[in-house]
């Protein structure tokens, strides 16, 4: 029995390491798809789960993915005296990549649960983000929504990802618009303080004046186009008409740095998350359906 055991665990880590679930997950949703039966489970309100299923989407069962993540080194931009002058915004590509990573096989995982229990969407995709203090650089992405399948269209069997609560799910498709994917993308820029900046923070007159701190501001803007224009790439890619629910969640910490005198640099972490839709066809046929996961680099 043990060996049994051994063997079953073997399996399973082989999976998690090709991005995909355990092999009990695996065993569990295809019961349960194989089953079949009304019974299921579900995050989503009365009012949600109603009108889904008004509009012929059928709850079949929650659905999760998650992936705990190790950030690698960062290099830190030097600062020479000229730069150290003029400021500037330089994205951290480990940090950037790292998050990236994780959130795509976390999304993976969900899409391989929803398509075992044969979904064809996951509505109320949400996503939870935490740095673990029990191991240095460990980051945690985890994933989580509730699988329908349509009874009156035949779909692919891909199931589409959106973070569209059940409500906001069947009043789009009741005006004629379909979810084809669901896009994210993640940027951490690093924002070095100018002489101006620093001034302006730490100057005679500092506490007497109304500034902005231009580097910052700067910096911000940078990070929300770097990440905007990843997700607009990713819905280009399945052919998107546009965005909706666009989620941008902004988390910034200061970064103090003894180099060429003291200074108070700023690090940005911007998240973008949203749901690509196409409209229907007059006739009211469905597009064939798409997932915006597992999308390589995007391009700079």
Known sequence: MSDGRGERDARSLASIEAGGIPVAAQERLDELRRRGGRFFTSDLSVGEFLLA??????????VM?????????????????????????????????AWNDARRLALGRLAEEAARAGADAVVGVRLSRAELDWGQGLIEFG?????????????????????????EFAKLFAHGFWPVGLVAATTVVYVVASWATQNAQQGFLSRWQNQELTDYTEGLYHARALAMRRAQQ?????????????QIEQHQHE?????????????????V?????????????????????????ESE
């Open 255 to 271: 970064h103090e740095v003894d180099q060429n005198g003291k200074r108070t640099d700023l690090i940005v972490e911007l998240h």
């Open 273 to 297: 998350l949203g749901t690509a839709v196409v409209e229907l066809k007059p006739d009211g046929d469905v597009p064939p359906t798409y997932i915006a996961v597992g999308i390589g680099k």
């Open 143 to 167: 994933s989580f929504g509730t699988a329908v399948r349509s009874e009156k269209f035949q779909l692919e069997d891909t199931p589409v990802l959106s973070n569209l609560s059940g409500q």
């Open 53 to 62: 299923r008004g509009s012929a989407f059928r709850a079949l069962t929650q």
């Open 234 to 246: 990713q819905a280009h890619q399945v052919g998107a008409h546009g965005l909706v629910g666009v």
């Open 65 to 97: 993915g998650s992936s705990v993540y190790h950030v690698g080194w960062q290099y830190m931009p030097y600062v020479n005296a000229w730069s150290f002058s003029q400021g500037g915004v330089t994205e951290l590509d480990t940090q950037t990549e």
